[in-house]
């Protein structure tokens, strides 16, 4: 490194360093001017560090603990919803079961049944009072270490779960560079997840447990391409028992167990599996008759794997197990898809349309087919898409949530923290562009009461879509001149 750059790259910390701590401690969401300003001036160090300090790896894992500890202190500034993890995981500590009980209900009822319930209350506001938890078991255990480490303190119980958060993302940087690895790609990806502010700000600032789901799920990825794949379901088991939209990627591991011999996958070098076409991998070809046990052992342990999932989440939840908790979650759950509209981009065309024809309610129709409508776009890349190579079947992961994501009612920011994981073993870049004009959505903060401005909802897509097809268009070219 020479003097110029060295310089250069102090210039770029000492500059985050100073935004974060003033986004982290000094921050009112109602200034969009003010919030825009300091999130996308951020982007410009880590842009930086991405092109030139790509290849100073200890540096840049240095600076990504670095910026996540700036908000170790700090009171979450753009979600209250860490007020209802705190009550969650101090009524489990008390004895109460979560799924099953109503803040607004003890408020009601002038029983105060954990430290600091009213500021609690009062802080995750009446909206997310007056539903039942939808936070899935492993998701609750971290609210309940929060609980044990600090049950009457509230920055105390803040402190605890950005440290889980931290943690998780360091995990990510392990797991994700021997992914990266594996698939031969330059390790410094990994950093436009770590050094992304978007993620730094929504998830070690915010207390959004993305990383900690994300974390469960690069494990459990990395232990698949290591052929481990009983202990990969545990873990992918685990990651939806904090947040449960892993559970829309099983379906896309059907053709990894089906369509490569798993008898080769304890044997053969990962790297000969991405380069050597499947006839290749064996000293002959294969006839019809010894493909259909192969297709028939694969499929056995393609629904084995998904069973394991599943029935990691079954125990999971027994602890919580009593008559009214089926119905309690399903419904929490269900109102994102009949009551909740944010940021959304599809939905608000089909939503636009629905109103010339009906004139009112519209998610009450539209938010029952959208999921059905993913259901089958999952489908469709299940079957119809090559999903056999390990990037090849992380990019449909990526496509099938992106879809998902550009069909929902809701679409918090921290839900993009997904795609932007997954794009890092990819060759698709939007969600690092969709990650900067996110912050478009925070000008509902700015209008009393809130009120969404859906011009500035139109600009974000019309950027995410714009670069998406663009992108879309640069591969199918790069493809086209490869084949000549």
């Not at 310089?7 to 109602?30: E, G, W």
């Not at 030139?52 to 996540?68: S, W, Y």
């Not at 049950?151 to 360091?170: E, F, H």
């Not at 939007?430 to 600009?459: C, D, M």
């Amino acid at each position: 490194m020479n003097l110029s750059q060295k310089n250069r790259t102090i210039l770029a910390i000492s500059a985050s360093i100073v935004f974060y701590f003033l986004f982290a401690y000094f921050l009112d969401r109602t200034n969009f001017i003010q919030l825009t300003f300091q999130y996308v001036i951020l982007f410009i160090p880590f842009w930086y560090f991405i092109k030139k300090e790509k290849d100073n790896f200890p540096l840049l894992v240095g600076i990504a603990i670095l910026f996540r500890l700036i908000f170790l202190f700090a009171i979450p500034n753009l979600s209250q919803d860490f007020y209802r993890f705190i009550w969650d995981g101090r009524m489990i500590l008390e004895g109460f079961n979560p799924y099953i009980s109503i803040p607004e209900t003890f408020i009601d009822q002038r029983n105060f049944p954990i430290n600091q319930t009213i500021d609690l209350y009062d802080g995750m506001g009446p909206l997310n009072a007056s539903h039942f938890t939808n936070y899935p078991p492993i998701n609750q255990l971290n609210f309940l270490l929060a609980a044990i480490f600090a049950k009457s303190s509230i920055l105390g119980s803040i402190v605890t779960l950005r440290l889980q958060i931290i943690l998780a993302d360091i995990g990510i940087i392990y797991f994700g560079k021997l992914i990266l690895e594996k698939l031969k790609l330059p390790i410094h990806y990994i950093f436009l997840y770590v050094l992304n502010p978007f993620i730094i700000i929504e998830l070690t600032g915010n207390l959004h447990f993305e990383s900690v789901m994300l974390f469960f799920l690069v494990w459990s990825l990395y232990l698949l391409l290591q052929k481990r794949w009983i202990w990969a379901a545990i873990l992918l088991g685990i990651s939806v028992s904090i947040k449960l939209i892993p559970l829309l990627f099983l379906p896309l591991f059907f053709q990894w167990f089906t369509s490569t011999p798993l008898s080769n996958l304890t044997s053969t070098p990962l790297s000969n599996l991405i380069s050597a076409p499947l006839s290749n991998q064996t000293s002959a070809p294969l006839s019809k008759q010894k493909k259909r046990p192969h297709y028939l052992k694969g499929f056995l342990k393609f629904i084995s794997f998904g069973a394991i999932v599943i029935i990691t989440n079954i125990i999971l939840f027994l602890p919580f197990l009593s008559s009214e908790l089926i119905s309690s979650y399903t419904n929490s759950v269900g109102l994102w898809f009949r009551n909740f509209e944010f940021n959304a981009s599809i939905y608000y065309i089909a939503r636009e349309i629905g109103y010339l024809f009906r004139g009112y309610n519209e998610i009450a129709i539209i938010g029952k087919l959208l999921p059905v409508v993913t259901i089958l776009f999952l489908v469709i890349i299940t079957f119809f898409r090559k999903n056999k190579s390990p990037q090849q079947l992380i990019t449909a992961l990526l496509i099938a949530i992106s879809f998902y994501y550009f069909t929902t009612t809701t679409m918090h920011p921290w839900y993009l923290a997904t795609l932007v994981l997954l794009s890092v073993f990819t060759k698709y870049r939007f969600p690092i562009v969709w990650s900067v004009v996110i912050i478009l959505s925070y000008q509902v903060y700015a209008n009393n009461p809130w009120k969404e401005n859906l011009w500035f909802v139109g600009l974000e897509y019309l950027i995410v879509f714009g670069f998406l097809f663009w992108e879309i268009f640069q591969i199918k070219k790069s493809k086209t001149a490869l084949n000549l």
